[in-house]
């Protein structure tokens, strides 16, 4: 469940990233985006550790900040697979939305999501 809440959230993002950034980011729809959100879902769990092994060293000498990198990488191989559908313009901007992405769902989990879960318990 969490999963698919995650999915939802990140295309959520997607669709509002393109609605404000509409000259380097386009989107196709709802659909587009919930597809590239499962696509950048697999690609985070068959890819990303990956990228994150071979890039240990300069990840360990930036502490942490290649990861940006890592992320904006995985959404350029999304935009790659999914053609016209989902259109990130230059790697410059994937780099920026995968910042934006991670404190957008930051800042979900922490005000929306674990209150929530500590409701339930």
Same mark, same amino acid.
């Given at each position: 469940?969490?999963?698919?809440?995650?999915?939802?959230?990140?295309?959520?993002? @997607?669709?509002a #990233?393109?609605?404000?950034?509409?000259?380097?980011?386009? +989107?196709?729809?709802?659909? =587009? =985006?919930?597809?590239?959100? /499962?696509?950048?879902?697999?690609?985070?769990?068959?890819?990303?550790? +990956? #990228?994150? +092994?071979?890039?240990?060293?300069?990840?360990? $000498?930036?502490?942490?900040? @290649?990861?940006?990198?890592?992320?904006?990488?995985? $959404?350029?191989?999304?935009?790659?697979?999914?053609?016209?559908a989902?259109? *990130?313009?230059?790697?410059?901007?994937?780099?920026?939305?995968?910042?934006?992405?991670?404190?957008?769902? /930051? *800042?979900?989990?922490k005000t929306?999501?674990?209150?929530?879960?500590?409701?339930?318990?």
């Amino acid at each position: 469940m969490r999963w698919l809440i995650g999915c939802l959230i990140n295309a959520v993002i @997607f669709i509002a #990233l393109a609605g404000y950034f509409h000259e380097s980011f386009q +989107l196709n729809g709802f659909w =587009a =985006a919930l597809q590239a959100s /499962i696509l950048l879902s697999i690609l985070n769990v068959l890819v990303r550790p +990956l #990228l994150i +092994l071979f890039t240990l060293p300069v990840t360990v $000498l930036t502490m942490g900040l @290649f990861l940006f990198v890592i992320n904006g990488i995985t $959404l350029e191989l999304t935009d790659y697979l999914m053609g016209d559908a989902f259109e *990130i313009h230059g790697f410059t901007m994937a780099l920026f939305f995968a910042v934006l992405m991670s404190l957008v769902n /930051i *800042i979900i989990q922490k005000t929306i999501l674990e209150p929530s879960r500590k409701a339930k318990n």
